[in-house]
């Protein structure tokens, strides 16, 4: 709760003609975190199987361009 009161005193000091720009900043940030949340939580999102080819080393001219 001391961070919700934090948070609440900088609003504050916001002037009106900015409030906008903060709710979206924090509309979409809550979003966001909500997205992150659901893929998290639900497995097997890709559908399809990995072909032989995904599991086979990279050659070595691929793995240098990595390094």
Known sequence: MLRQQQIMQELQDIPDDKLAE???LIHY???GLKQSRMQRHQP???QGTL???F???LPD???K???
């Open 29 to 31: 940030f809550r979003l």
């Open 55 to 57: 599991f086979e080393p």
């Open 65 to 67: 361009a990595w390094e």
């Open 44 to 46: 097997g999102l890709l």
């Open 51 to 53: 072909g032989d080819a």
């Open 61 to 63: 001219a691929e793995l």
């Open 22 to 24: 903060l709710y979206d």
